[in-house]
């Protein structure tokens, strides 16, 4: 299944944010939210090293510019877009958000929560579940990754 192009073009904005986290010392994961008519409500890249915050990934920085942007916790018909499959905290921060839809480019064997080693977001045994596409711009997303962990070792 081919991604729609606008998933390309909001992933192409999180690239960018990926970059921007990569220069300031954090791992380069970059996310939006999308609302339902594609406008950008929400930016956020990894900003835990910054802000000395572990609950400073991308996405729930994103979903928190987003909900101020709208005023109201409830992102229900929005996208999040990220650069990185989210990790079990973001995967339940989009949940208890509501958002109906994720996209994202690199996937993560290791702590991956949207299908790779788990998949709670579209878990049927919860209350809510969100439509999954990933492998967006999957390999610009890797080797953003890549060249980061490299570049520490």
């Given at each position: 299944?081919?991604?729609?192009?606008?998933d390309v073009d909001a992933m192409r904005r999180a690239l960018a944010l990926a970059d921007a986290a990569s220069t300031a010392g954090e791992v380069?994961?970059?996310?939006i939210v999308l609302d339902p008519?594609?406008?950008?409500?929400?930016?956020g890249r990894n900003r835990r090293e910054l802000d000395h915050d572990p609950s400073a990934h991308a996405e729930v920085v994103a979903m928190r510019e987003a909900a101020r942007a709208i005023g109201s916790w409830n992102l229900d018909?929005?996208?999040?877009?990220?650069t990185l499959e989210p990790c079990l905290m973001c995967a339940g921060a989009?949940?208890?958000a509501r958002l109906?839809?994720?996209?994202?480019g690199a996937w993560d064997d290791k702590?991956?929560?949207a299908g790779s080693m788990y998949d709670v977001v579209r878990d049927r045994?919860?209350?809510y579940r969100a439509e999954v596409v990933g492998g967006v711009c999957e390999a610009e997303a890797q080797a953003q990754l890549r060249a980061f962990f490299e570049a520490r070792r």
């Amino acid at each position: 299944m081919q991604p729609e192009l606008r998933d390309v073009d909001a992933m192409r904005r999180a690239l960018a944010l990926a970059d921007a986290a990569s220069t300031a010392g954090e791992v380069p994961v970059g996310a939006i939210v999308l609302d339902p008519s594609g406008a950008v409500i929400g930016e956020g890249r990894n900003r835990r090293e910054l802000d000395h915050d572990p609950s400073a990934h991308a996405e729930v920085v994103a979903m928190r510019e987003a909900a101020r942007a709208i005023g109201s916790w409830n992102l229900d018909g929005c996208t999040l877009v990220v650069t990185l499959e989210p990790c079990l905290m973001c995967a339940g921060a989009l949940l208890q958000a509501r958002l109906s839809r994720l996209v994202f480019g690199a996937w993560d064997d290791k702590a991956g929560a949207a299908g790779s080693m788990y998949d709670v977001v579209r878990d049927r045994r919860l209350p809510y579940r969100a439509e999954v596409v990933g492998g967006v711009c999957e390999a610009e997303a890797q080797a953003q990754l890549r060249a980061f962990f490299e570049a520490r070792r």
